[in-house]
T-cell receptor, first 112, second 114 residues
Framework: SQKIEQNSEALNIQEGKTATLTCNYT??????LQWYRQDPGRGPVFLLL???NEKEKRKERLKVTFDTTLKQSLFHITASQPADSATYLC???????????WGAGTKLIIKP | DSGVTQTPKHLITATGQRVTLRCSPR?????VYWYQQSLDQGLQFLIQ???????AKGNILERFSAQQFPDLHSELNLSSLELGDSALYFC?????????????FGPGTRLTVL
């Protein structure tokens, strides 16, 4: 069955450094993948979408890569700030294309 | 503000009871999704409606049902509630049918079953 894995442990990063989060998928090949940010007690907020034929996508300090060989997407935040502290969710599409599979999320903590 | 509204914000009820959660999508969005998020758990997709019709079903229990009305608002009905149903319930909307479209999430309804 289709499976999504994100770092289950919280990621602690020093302010100003680059944070890199990993999303691995198995048993299928998604056509695209979305990344969302979720703050405690609030709904997720869309950040970026990357298609399988795009190796990299950027938005301000955010960068997402999509490696179909490794079956992995990496999410980078450069020049990280304490305000970037949140849980980040990856969500690839499913075979049905009507819905997304949601990863459990990685909690990112940026220390001043 | 995502433009998606959910009511009520909080709901406290007892086991065995039935509740209705309401969602109004962003103006113009035809798709509505319902999700459940238990404490420290990931988002669990429950069900999707598109323009009034059920389009996809996830891990939705038989005790749960949903519908989307002609004005596109949606309701999620939870019955015979159990302690394990306590969770945050999110509604999201998007402009299209497929998962390709970004989803806009509401603020959620926090359900506590005592």
């Amino acid at each position: 069955s289709q499976k999504i894995e994100q770092n289950s442990e919280a990621l602690n990063i020093q302010e100003g450094k680059t944070a890199t989060l990993t999303c691995n998928y198995t048993n299928y090949s998604p056509a695209y993948l979305q990344w969302y940010r979720q703050d405690p007690g609030r709904g997720p907020v869309f950040l970026l979408l990357i298609r399988e034929n795009e190796k990299e996508k950027r938005k301000e300090r955010l960068k997402v890569t999509f490696d179909t060989t490794l079956k992995q997407s990496l999410f980078h935040i450069t020049a990280s700030q304490p305000a970037d502290s949140a849980t980040y969710l990856c969500a690839p599409d499913t075979d049905s294309n009507y819905q997304l599979i949601w990863g459990a999320g990685t909690k990112l903590i940026i220390k001043p | 503000d995502s433009g998606v509204t959910q009511t009520p914000k909080h709901l406290i009820t007892a086991t065995g009871q039935r509740v209705t959660l309401r969602c109004s999508p962003r103006s113009g969005d035809l798709s509505v999704y319902w999700y459940q998020q238990s404490l420290d758990q990931g988002l669990q997709f429950l069900i999707q409606y598109y323009n009034g019709e059920e389009r996809a079903k996830g891990n939705i229990l038989e005790r749960f049902s949903a519908q989307q009305f002609p004005d596109l608002h949606s309701e999620l009905n939870l019955s015979s509630l159990e302690l394990g149903d306590s969770a945050l319930y999110f509604c999201a909307s998007s402009g299209g049918l497929s998962g390709y479209n970004e989803q806009f999430f509401g603020p959620g309804t926090r359900l506590t079953v005592l």
